[in-house]
């Protein structure tokens, strides 16, 4: 049977070394192809938010595909943040017709190698007039659960070009960060 004092000393040991492997892996994810670290994406009925660990200079990326039109959206920035958010409504709510839309972002620290992308997201304006961002399903009138990245990728190439504020072309890490349902 351990001591009640040799449970008080394991208790802070355990703690120090929880710490230093926080740490650790804190260094790891800034040594990743995208050089940053995400803490957290959410999204609710208009927003996607992110969370890194720190703020950073990174470059964010928006990009939607309408799903009854020609429409495709193309959004790019780069701010020190740590902290951003995109209102996906602003862009995809363009009329008064029921839209649905399938939208993703991606994010990558400023002369990084590769961007870490989120999980796909379907936008639908509902029959009540309201908007709603959802993880895609197979919905027997929709193709947003269909829809491919590389399928929005393409769309977009061929309007805008697929190419970073350098010029370079866009290319994704191979993790995918999920996003968390606030709605």
């Known amino acids: 049977m351990v001591s009640w004092k040799i449970r008080y000393l394991l208790i802070p040991l355990f703690l120090t070394l929880l710490s230093f492997s926080s740490l650790a892996n804190f260094q790891n994810c800034r040594e990743e192809p995208s050089g940053l670290c995400v803490s957290l994406i959410t999204a609710d009925n208009h927003y996607i938010n992110v969370w890194f660990d720190q703020s950073i200079y990174v470059d964010i990326l928006a990009v939607g595909y309408d799903l009854n039109s020609w429409r495709s959206w193309f959004v790019l920035r780069d701010k020190f943040a740590s ?11 363009y009329d008064n017709n029921r839209n649905e839309s399938v939208w993703f972002t991606a994010y990558k620290a400023q002369g990084a190698e590769c961007w870490l992308r989120s999980k796909s997201l379907y936008f639908y304006e509902s029959w009540d007039g309201a908007d709603r961002i959802k993880r895609p399903k197979k919905y027997s009138d929709s193709r947003a659960y269909d829809t491919s990245v590389d399928e929005i990728v393409d769309r977009v190439n061929e309007r805008y070009g697929f190419t970073d504020n350098s010029g370079n072309q866009i290319t994704f890490c191979d993790v995918e960060v999920p996003v968390i349902m606030t709605n």
Do not use: I, M, N, P
């Not at 958010?85 to 602003?90: A, D, G, I, L």
């Open 83 to 93: 902290f951003s958010s995109f209102q996906v409504s602003h862009f995809a709510d």
